[in-house]
């Protein structure tokens, strides 16, 4: 049930959370300077002043900083969560208590509480949606399509929800301009990889405390996030295994030392699975089947569609809770068992913290100014899918690069002339 209190409505677990969450909250900024700079640059410009602006987002450290620089842009933001595993309880917290930005989401809350907010956050009227996974504009464009009428555009942040703006925008009915935040450079190359990588080897071995050196890791899809958890997993000293079902991203793969094999034989000898496709059952009951017994499965892609677990569910016994985040399935026929991590939802935010905030920065410097974009480009915007300029992905890069105290060359005269010259050769 929502609660009105001070003067703002907000359903979280527990308002005494908020001392440690801004602590946290602080901890992550310091690793945020891009976001930052343009949390102060946007309190003297207020290019979002007036918007009704609803997020769904993991409710995280990072995301309570992107909160902050919304708000300090003159946005009135209204966070839900994006999944019902990832929310931080203490940051929802202190996004209410220190800040007044009003959240609704609680760690573990059913598939209809969650819905419940999707529905509650389209009531506000929103004119931005900063979405995540697509279920807040998918819900708009069923339930409440003439809320279209306020909107000035939405922003999304991952692939997932991409692939389904584009199917809205195949279909027809995406009438208005959506930025997607995923397609910058300075967004997938490191969020993707270099976040899911390491967050979600984290998920992992903090859900099981199990070592990985030494251990068979298959890696369900080689897109940027299956290289950054394949890489990651390397390190640690695992041996990778990678499926694919693109023939020039198996390729890859193998070039990157990888052993590629079809999903059906990699079940047989993998110890750890952890899927990163964007795609249904990719993991399904013949694979479990094959699986040696104890074997771990988890995923890490947006939705958790990834594990057929109604077949698991099917094929064992009620599962066993092990630990935090870790469920044993044992078969019906036979006490081999499967072992589940994170009910099979996105285990960097299930059992882990999501991506490290040095990552995040980039990505919601991106979503801040999207946001903005979206404003200054008001009524000028064709309805689809959009990707921001080159110039502001430069932009980010250049910044996050000043802030890391690197600096870089510049293309000489000499150099710019030849770039745009044809004539010479050998
Ligand atoms: N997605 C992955 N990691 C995240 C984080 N730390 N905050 C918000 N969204 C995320």
Same mark, same amino acid.
């Given at each position: 049930m929502a609660t009105e209190q001070p003067s703002i409505k907000y359903d979280i677990k527990d308002i005494n959370l908020a001392a440690e969450g801004k602590q946290r909250i602080e901890w992550a900024d310091r690793e945020m300077p891009v976001l930052r700079l343009i949390r102060e640059r946007f309190e003297q410009e207020k290019p979002l002043a007036g918007v009704r602006l609803v997020a769904c987002a993991h409710i995280t450290t990072e995301t309570a900083n992107l909160a902050r620089t919304l708000q300090a842009g003159g946005a009135e933001a209204l966070l839900i969560a994006s999944n019902p595993l990832s929310t931080q309880d203490d940051v929802a917290a202190s996004l209410v208590a220190d800040w007044g930005i009003p959240v609704m989401a609680? *760690? +573990?809350?059913? @598939?209809?509480?969650?819905?419940s907010h999707v529905r509650a956050a389209l009531d506000t009227n929103p004119n931005m949606i900063i979405d995540d996974g697509s279920d807040v504009v998918a819900t708009m464009l069923k339930e409440k399509q003439d809320l279209v009428q306020n909107l000035i555009g939405t922003t999304e942040e991952t692939t997932t929800g991409i692939v389904r703006l584009k199917a809205m925008q195949k279909a027809g009915v995406l009438n208005f301009p959506s930025i997607a935040v995923n397609d910058a450079q300075t967004k997938h190359f490191f969020d993707n990889r270099y976040g899911t990588g390491q967050s979600t080897l984290d998920g992992v071995i903090r859900a099981t405390n199990i070592l990985l050196a030494g251990k068979t890791v298959v890696v369900?899809?080689?897109? $940027?996030? +299956?290289?950054?958890?394949?890489?990651?997993?390397?390190?640690? +000293?695992? !041996?990778?295994?990678? =499926?694919?079902?693109?023939?020039?991203?198996?390729?890859?793969?193998?070039?990157?030392g990888m052993r590629v094999l079809p999903m059906k034989d990699a079940a047989k000898i993998g110890d750890f699975f952890i899927t990163v496709t964007g795609n249904r059952h990719v993991i399904d009951k013949e694979h479990f089947e094959a699986m040696k017994d104890g074997a771990i499965v988890c995923n890490s892609g947006h939705f958790d569609l990834e594990l057929n677990l109604d077949a698991l569910r099917e094929m064992s016994e009620p599962a066993v809770k092990r630990r935090p985040f870790v469920e044993e399935y044992i078969s019906k026929n036979g006490g081999k068992s499967v072992i589940v991590l994170g009910e099979g939802r996105l285990i960097n935010l299930a059992a882990a913290e999501g991506h490290p905030a040095s990552v995040m920065d980039m990505s919601f410097a991106n979503q801040a100014l999207s946001?903005?974009?979206?404003?200054? !480009? *008001?009524?000028?915007?064709? !309805?689809?899918?959009?990707?921001?300029?080159?110039?502001?992905?430069?932009? @980010?890069?250049?910044?996050?690069?000043?802030?890391?105290? @690197?600096?870089?060359?510049?293309? =000489?005269?000499?150099?710019?002339?030849?770039?745009?010259? $044809?004539e010479t050769g050998t």
């Open positions: 609680i *760690k +573990g809350e059913s @598939i209809e509480t969650y819905v369900v899809g080689y897109g $940027w996030c +299956g290289k950054g958890v394949a890489m990651r997993a390397r390190g640690m +000293g695992a !041996n990778v295994v990678v =499926t694919e079902i693109d023939p020039i991203k198996a390729i890859e793969a193998v070039m990157d946001a903005e974009y979206l404003v200054k !480009n *008001k009524g000028s915007l064709e !309805n689809g899918v959009h990707v921001l300029p080159a110039e502001v992905d430069q932009e @980010i890069a250049g910044l996050k690069l000043r802030a890391m105290g @690197i600096n870089i060359d510049e293309l =000489t005269p000499e150099m710019l002339e030849y770039m745009s010259s $044809w």
